[in-house]
Structure formats: structure tokens, C-alpha cells
Nanobody, 115 residues
């Protein structure tokens, strides 16, 4: 059974940093494209960052230069380093792993940016 578990969310002041983690069990994340999405109340789920097979990465314009997605294959984990956080980054952040024939979601982790 494949499971993705996000962690690392919390309450942080504007300008602060958090590192989210997406740990996989039951599969090997290095075989998947991995994405971070977020969803704020009343908003649609939006793509924040992507780590594609072949070492390509991509980011939403709103987070470019502030967020970094990375893989730790030894730990079967993908991270999202978030710096210079803004109140508009407040959302539930979800990890998604996708490849032909399968897509998996984590349960989400809350990030709140507030003073």
C-alpha cells in the first residue's frame, strides 16, 4: 500500500522559513514525478512546485526565488524549502506523486503565515 505523509507545517511569522517533507512508503519516490500543491480556504488547489524525472524542477511564479523542491532518495523523501514566507502562502500543502498508471496524494500539512 502506497502512502505519502507530509510533515513540517506550522505557524510562522512573515519572512520566516519552513521545510516541508513528503515521505513515501510502499513505493520508491525516485520513480515518480513529485509535486507540491496548496489549497487555501475558498480557493482551488494550485500547483506550487514540481520535481520531474530527469531532475527538472518548476515553480509557480508566486513562489519562484523563495521555494525550493528537492529529493532525498536515500530517505525516499521530497522536501519543499520555503523561505521569506508571506501571509498569502497560508494554505494546506499537499504532496502528489505521479507516473503512468498511478497517482498518490498525502493528507496535507497546514502552513500558516501570520504575525
Amino acid at each position: 500500500q502506497v502512502q505519502l505523509v507530509e510533515s513540517g507545517g506550522g505557524l510562522v511569522q512573515p519572512g520566516g522559513s519552513l521545510r516541508l517533507s513528503c515521505a513515501a512508503s510502499g513505493t520508491i519516490l525516485s520513480m515518480y514525478h513529485v509535486y507540491w500543491f496548496r489549497q487555501a480556504p475558498g480557493n482551488q488547489r494550485e500547483l506550487v512546485a514540481a520535481s520531474l524525472l530527469g531532475s527538472f524542477t518548476n515553480y509557480a511564479d508566486s513562489v519562484k526565488g523563495r521555494f525550493t523542491i528537492s529529493r532525498d532518495n536515500a530517505k525516499n523523501t521530497v522536501h519543499l524549502q520555503m523561505n521569506n514566507l508571506k501571509p498569502e502562502d497560508t494554505a494546506v500543502y499537499y504532496c502528489n506523486a505521479h507516473r503512468t498508471g498511478g497517482t498518490y496524494w498525502g493528507q496535507g500539512t497546514q502552513v500558516t503565515v501570520s504575525s
